[in-house]
Structures are given as C-alpha cells and as structure tokens.
C-alpha cells in the first residue's frame, strides 16, 4: 500500500481498525481528529472494568498504531476547506459516522467527490447505510453481538440468560479487516478500469459473514446449534470432537472432524489403547453408532491427568486438537511469537515497549514494522506543510479554531 493515502474520518475501533491494517500495509492514514477531545475513544477511562492508563491505552494502540494525527474542526468552514485539501491528495475516505453527521458538517460522499472524483469512499456502520435504520447508531455489543444471533448461538441455553460479550472491540476489530479487504479491491478495481466506487461494511453484515455457515444452515433447516454448557454431553456422533476436562478443571478441544484414520492412534493417545481394537470404536461406522458410550470414556480418561499431562502427550497425535487458551496464554504461546503475531512500539509515556497484535495478513514471512499511535493533532502542522500550507495560513486556522 506505499505511495497510498488514506483520509480517515472516524472514532472508536470499528473502522479506525481498518485504517490500521492499511498502515500495516504501508498505506500513509490521515487520522482526523476534533481539535479539542480527540477521538472520543480517549477517554475511555475502563474496558471491560479493567482501568486503562490514558498514556498507555489499548483501545487506541490498537486500532491506531501506524497512523498521523491532524486536529481539525469539521463544524467550521475552515476546517472543512482544510479536509477537502486532504481529500484532493488521497486515494480512500474512510468514516463511520453517522449520515446526518457527514451531511451536517460536509463530509458526505457529495462534499468530498467534489474534491476528488477519484477517491474510494468507505463507510462503516451498525446496520447498513440502506433501510429503515440506516440512521440509527450502534456498537459491537448492539449490532454485532447482541442482535445478530452471534451471542445467542455463543449462550448456553441451559445459561437461562444472556451472556455478556467477553471481548472488547470483537466484532470492530473483525469489521475493520473486511473494510481493508473491501478498500484493497477497490483501488484494484479503479487501477483496472479508472472507476472510483463506494463500498459499506456493517457490524451487523459482520456478524452474519462471520456466523455465515451456521446461518446458512438454519435457513436451510431452520435448526441453529448452540454453545453448551461445561458438562452438558452435548449430542455427538462423533467423539473425537468436542470440549473434554483434565483433572485439574483445564480443558483439551478434540477437532478430528473427520475419523477416518485416525482412530486406533487417537484412542493410543488418549490412553484407551484398548478400544481401537473394540468391535464398537474401531472403525468409523461403528464409533458413530457408539459415540455417546466412546465419548464418555474419552472424558473419563481425560479426567484423570492434568492439564500439563495432555497438552504434552498430545502433541503427537495425528488428529488435531488444541489447549484450550486464554488470550493472556497467546501472548507467551510460542507457535503465535514464532510467527511474529505480536509487535512491540515505542510506547507514548516513553516507558517499556508497548505489545500490540499484528493484523491477520503476513506477506513474505517477514515481521511487521509500526509506529504507536499518535497523540491526538499530533502531525497537524506537517500534515498541513506537506499540502503547501505555509505558517501564515497556520496560524490563522489555528486562531479561528479550526484546527490544533
């Protein structure tokens, strides 16, 4: 993405993630900023009841890291003139706020085509930019867990309730991915035939993409699956698929969707050797017959070795299988540091590095190399040099309060 200029006009994660892995990529992202708050994210005090330190904030780093900050007041009619200066010299406008908002302060599609015919103009929203609700605002927890199934399906039903979406930012950090697809084929798409499009992403069409087999399946069917509950025996025809406890209250997931040989080695590392010569497990028809009776011996075994025992013995099973983790483990999981899935930067209070998550996206094996994210109107000044702006006309925007 070098030589790729990206104006972005957004708060919270939900599309600033976007801009993010743009400028992973090599993308420059011009993050807009109000002059006097910033990016309300700032001032996030608590997430999830965690207190965040305001000079070491996860919910800026993250959807940030790579970017410059330039403070302007789009409400003024100099601030908007300094935003479509920014807009003649860039390849994407990016933004989520609301359509009164890009209407009221001029930064709607109409205002910044006016600008530049050229530019790819992307919107993030809760549920679409058509329909009914095309004016109404949402977040995450609303259009991403909460109304689109997601946490339902993710809500044991013997829960009694709903359960509370455990990570901050999911689905904004999954939506920001699909909008930096979208902008990728988009410039592709303009390089081949000279035509810039608009393209949308919603947090709602998010979830069902994300959820998109399971929905598909419950159209079709009109059955949805969902989570159980620890010790619920979930119904199976297979018993090498499923969430097993060690004797220690860890968990193993056995994933070998798929028996068919590997049975007689998966019932070796199970310590059951005895059943891949059972008439019951031993080839796949059978096991299916007998799933429930093989899986409750499965968690019997299971149940009697800790934690440590599985996750070393298994190892060389042939079947896949997997610790179950928190994200806390990942940061020290080896397999993720190999393949450099944490990145440090110089962190803003100029203490120890700050540990940020490298996009999904890895290109020639090679690590990738960010800057933190900036202070808010950080940049404002060079910015504003860059396009030929020189400190007389500064001072006077400054003065008039359109930018910081």
């Known amino acids: ?73 789009l409400s003024t009619p100099g601030g908007q003139h300094v935003l479509y200066e920014l807009a003649k010299s860039s390849d994407v406008f990016l933004t989520n706020y609301m359509p009164q908002a890009r209407q009221k302060n001029k930064f709607d599609l ?19 930019d058509k329909g009914p609700e095309r004016m109404v605002g949402g977040f995450d927890g609303t259009a991403f867990w909460t109304r689109s199934g997601v946490g339902h399906a993710l809500t044991p039903e013997a829960l009694g309730g709903a359960l509370g979406q455990g990570i901050p930012a999911f689905g904004d950090s999954i939506g920001g991915m699909n909008i930096a697809g979208g902008i990728s084929a988009a410039l592709f798409h303009r390089e081949k035939t000279g035509q810039a499009v608009e393209l949308d992403v919603s947090l709602l069409s998010t979830a069902w993409w994300s959820a998109g087999a399971s929905v598909t399946q419950g159209m079709e069917t009109g059955e949805i699956m969902r989570s159980t509950m620890p010790d619920e025996v979930a119904p199976t025809v297979n018993p090498f698929l499923g969430n097993y406890l060690t004797s220690d209250g860890g968990t193993i997931n056995l994933c070998i ?26 080839d796949v028809l059978p096991l299916i017959e007998n799933a429930a009776e093989a899986a409750q011996l499965i968690a019997e075994s299971i149940a009697k070795k800790p934690f440590a025992y599985w996750r070393e013995r298994l190892k060389t099973m042939k079947g896949q299988w997997a610790p179950f983790q928190s994200l806390l483990d990942l940061a020290s999981d080896e397999q993720a540091i ?24 890895q290109f020639n094996h090679e690590p990738l ?36």
């Open 257 to 282: 969707v798929s028996p068919t040989g590997y049975i007689h080695d998966a019932f070796e590392h199970l310590d059951l050797p005895e059943l891949a010569s059972d008439p019951r497990f031993s």
């Open 369 to 404: 190399e960010t800057t933190r994210a900036p202070q808010a109107s950080e940049h404002t000044e060079i910015v504003l040099m860059e396009l030929g702006m020189d400190w007389d006309q500064i001072e006077v925007l400054k003065n008039s309060g359109a930018i910081a």
């Open 1 to 73: 993405m070098e030589g790729v200029r990206v104006l972005e006009v957004a708060q919270f994660t939900f599309v600033p993630a976007a801009g993010a892995i743009l400028a992973d990529w090599g993308a420059d992202v011009i993050k807009v900023e109000h002059p006097l708050r910033g990016d309300t994210q700032r001032g996030f005090v608590f997430m999830g009841g965690i207190e965040l330190d305001a000079d070491r904030h996860p919910l800026i780093e993250h959807p940030n890291r790579g970017k410059r900050s330039v403070g302007i007041d």
């Open 338 to 361: 190999a393949n450099d899935m944490i990145v440090e930067v110089e962190a803003a209070d100029g203490g120890a590095p700050f540990k940020v998550v490298r996009g999904p996206v």
């Open 110 to 128: 109409e205002h910044i085509r006016a600008a530049n015919p050229d530019i790819i103009y992307a919107r993030g929203s809760a549920y679409g």
